[in-house]
């Protein structure tokens, strides 16, 4: 049997990934991270930790010569979307250059199944939600556009090179193992950041953009069914929350879950989809999806878990590659 292999992951998706699979199959974990933006106390002790950056394609030919894998969770991104106009090449580089070479390496090693988590940011603000996975890519940002084109590369890859994949659209999971130290990306982990370290929450705009939330641990089963179900090959399932909030409403059932009594600060408005969120039949016919972990509950756990974190340095970018249009709140 041969093995997975994980990248992202410390990460939130990619960590709780592997202690699922661990503690519930038989298959080794074979991951490769570079601690950018997960951590090292996240990786269960039993994976086989690489790290390295995908751009390395010689360090990742390393990893698949020397192991034999056989699916390959792709999970590793910087998901800053609203950052990525103003890191365009990191963004291009470390979302689209590093899928290219991992999907290479699949290619030219025979793995059995490739399962890659794109975004929600494909759909842009085109369509009138809930975005369903029929509906032509269309994304606003470059964040989006670079996880795009893994997918018009991933079924170039499958009808020329017989690469069976699943592509995945999570969208705004959140709980344990979370980056919560990153001033640009993970909303409720910018808010428990910020309420930790006794700053108000902070909300772009009105407050009134409308999101899904999606506890992690409601993805496990149905990650682990995307390289296991024959009739995923070739699909792309939408994966999240079947319940609708306003930033606004997110937010207040945080400070509800603290138990505090601050209110949130509201700064300019920035380029983004207002109205996001997207079905989730597919995923209940096709994964096994089930909602069972409302937002206050979910909260309420990560909450618990962030508060025993230790006081980590905040990622804040020293310099961006371009700085005209750039917001006010993170000019430095």
Known sequence: MGKILITGVAGLLGSRLADWIIDNTNYDVVGIDDLSGGYSENINKKVKFYKFNLKDLDALEG????ENISIVYHFAAYAAEGLSPFIRK??????????????????????????????????????????????????????????????????????????????IRPHNFYGINQNIWDKYRNVLGIWMYQILNGTNPTIFGDGLQVRAFSYVDDAMIPLWNASQNSKCIGEIINLG??????????????????????????????????????????????????????????????WKWAKNQPNRDRFIWPKYELSKGLYDYWKN
């Open 63 to 66: 990893v698949f010569k020397k």
């Open 241 to 302: 929350g079947i319940k609708e909030y306003t930033i606004k409403e997110a937010c207040d059932i945080l400070v509800n879950v603290t138990g505090l009594n601050i209110k949130p600060v509201y700064l300019e408005q920035r380029h983004e989809t207002k109205y996001a969120w997207s079905t989730w039949e597919k995923s209940v016919e096709m994964l096994d999806f089930k909602h069972k972990v409302d937002l206050d509950e979910g909260l309420t756990k990560m």
């Open 90 to 167: 990191y963004n291009y580089e470390n979302n689209l250059i590093t899928s290219s070479n991992l999907i290479t390496c699949s290619i030219e090693y025979s793995v059995e199944r490739f399962i890659f988590a794109s975004s929600m940011a494909v759909y842009g603000d085109k369509y009138k939600p809930p975005f369903n996975e029929n509906l032509k890519q269309a994304p606003t940002d470059p964040y989006g556009v670079a996880k795009y084109a893994v997918e018009m590369d991933l079924e170039i890859a499958f009808k020329q090179h017989g690469l069976n994949y699943t592509i």
